[in-house]
């Protein structure tokens, strides 16, 4: 390299600098930044509860030093294999049938030209999302109910759903689909905004049919944010959302709704047995961690797209 290319490129200017002339960007950081280590981070001191007879009368480490007796504990529960069979499972079959719905769904959208039509089917789409899990629940049972339930009323029969362990899985996905899917469609949407529309102009003048603009524009141009999506479901394939079981369970669906995330609620809430409960949720992040990585490294080198 000359000297006078040397002398030609620019000093990178040093972190004080940068932050001296951006200190309003700066200032606004320091809230989220706070929350993140409040909320976030101060909370793992307590992890340290997973090794020890916590009492909270002792605090910390005035309690008793267990090391895994807890995860012993749950590694040895009669119900331990049909919780994770039925997380896991719940898990995968939800990720299989739910994942590909907002693609799928975008890709419809985005071929709508009538704009006021496409806000409309946006609108009707993202609204299951804003209503609480509480309210779809008690529909959930509603049209299930033997005794007038929409579904029994079609069908001509009087079956309890909510009692039949087949059903569960069905009924948990199914209404998280319906709930969630027009929500998930918003960053794929966003990301085929960014489509340049000369690409579409010339591939109608080309002769390209629109399923043939769909495989050639649309679909490539998703697929990094749907590979960043997957790598993100797939790292929470053991974290099955709590209230959603928890409402819909009972005594006679608990052979598929027994799932991981109800027990640590059971275990840490409703009995007090903090240590073992938190235990069971360190064991259950771990698993999450493996498999973000795992996920992740297969990701990089298939499609060279990766979260971390």
């Known amino acids: 390299m000359s000297t006078l290319q040397k002398t030609a490129r620019p000093k990178g200017k040093t972190l004080g600098r940068r932050i001296i002339e951006n200190w309003q960007l700066y200032v606004m950081l320091i809230i989220p930044v706070v929350i993140t ?3 976030k981070y101060i909370p793992m001191y307590g992890i340290q509860i997973a090794f020890r007879d916590y009492k909270p009368a002792r605090g910390f480490f005035g309690s008793e030093f267990v090391g895994l007796k807890w995860f ?7 119900t331990f294999q049909r919780m994770i069979v039925n997380t896991v499972k719940l898990s995968v ?3 299989l049938w739910s994942f590909p719905v907002p693609i799928i769904l975008s890709l419809a959208i985005n071929q709508l030209r009538f704009k006021r039509y496409k806000r409309v089917v946006q609108t009707v789409l993202y609204a299951p999302h804003f209503i609480s899990i509480m309210v779809v629940c008690g529909m ?7 005794y007038g339930g929409l579904i029994n ?3 001509g029969q009087q079956i309890d759903f909510m009692t039949v362990p087949e059903a569960f899985r069905t009924i948990y996905i ?7 899917a027009g929500w998930g ?3 794929y949407l966003a990301t085929l905004s960014a489509v340049d529309p000369g690409l579409y102009e010339a591939a109608k003048i080309d002769g390209a049919s629109m399923f043939q603009r769909i495989l050639v524009i649309d679909i490539p141009e998703l697929i990094p944010m749907i590979v960043l999506q997957l790598i993100m479901a797939a790292s929470g394939i053991m974290s099955v959302g709590f209230e959603k079981v928890f409402l819909l369970q009972t005594q006679l669906n608990k052979a598929t709704s027994d799932v991981i995330a109800v027990y640590v609620y059971e275990q840490g809430i409703v009995d007090h047995a903090y240590s073992y409960s938190t235990a069971i949720g360190l064991f259950n992040t771990v698993i999450n ?4 990585v795992i996920v992740n490294k297969i990701a990089k080198k298939a499609a060279d797209v990766s979260f971390v």
Not at 72 to 78: D, G, I, L, N
């Open 153 to 155: 009323l079609i069908t």
């Open 185 to 187: 469609t918003i960053i």
């Open 140 to 146: 959930i049972r509603i049209f299930l109910s033997p």
């Open 37 to 39: 280590i409040v909320y």
């Open 72 to 78: 012993e504990r749950f590694f040895t529960a009669p």
């Open 289 to 292: 961690i493996i498999l973000l």
């Open 93 to 95: 079959f939800n990720l």
């Open 174 to 180: 199914a209404s998280g689909i319906w709930q969630d």
